[in-house]
Nanobody, 125 residues
Framework: QVQLVEFGGGLVQAGGSLRLSCAASGRTFSIAMGWFRQAPGKEREFVAAVPVPWSGGRTAYADSVEGRFTISRDNAKSTVYLQMNALKPEDAAVYYC?????????????????WGPGTQVTVSS
């Protein structure tokens, strides 16, 4: 099994930046990773995803964050990151790290088998 935990959430003003990290433990070999978020009263939505590094695949982003957010991973540290720039009030949500054993890039929450507890991101206007 795989355990995930997110770090880096907090309060930031609109236009500011945050970097979230997700530390993975357990059997992390060949695990694709993703970030999702959920705001109060809204459904969980896809944010970004990254495949296993040897797959040759590309990262993927939701249209709402394209050009502002960057997903990356440090396999030596078993960590995935989400760099968030130019934050907007509508970015405020609980952000979740997710993982699944596979070689693709996955954008659907139901495709993921492992989830972290989430970290709160608040953006003030």
């Amino acid at each position: 099994q795989v355990q995930l935990v997110e770090f880096g959430g907090g309060l930031v003003q609109a236009g500011g930046s945050l970097r979230l990290s997700c530390a993975a433990s357990g059997r992390t070999f060949s695990i694709a990773m993703g970030w999702f978020r959920q705001a109060p009263g809204k459904e969980r939505e896809f944010v970004a995803a990254v495949p296993v590094p040897w797959s040759g695949g590309r990262t993927a982003y939701a249209d709402s964050v394209e050009g502002r957010f960057t997903i990356s991973r440090d396999n030596a540290k078993s960590t995935v990151y989400l760099q968030m720039n130019a934050l907007k009030p509508e970015d405020a949500a609980v952000y979740y790290c997710a993982g699944v054993m596979g070689s693709g890039t996955y954008a659907l929450g139901s495709q993921y088998a492992y989830w972290g507890p989430g970290t709160q991101v608040t953006v003030s206007s």
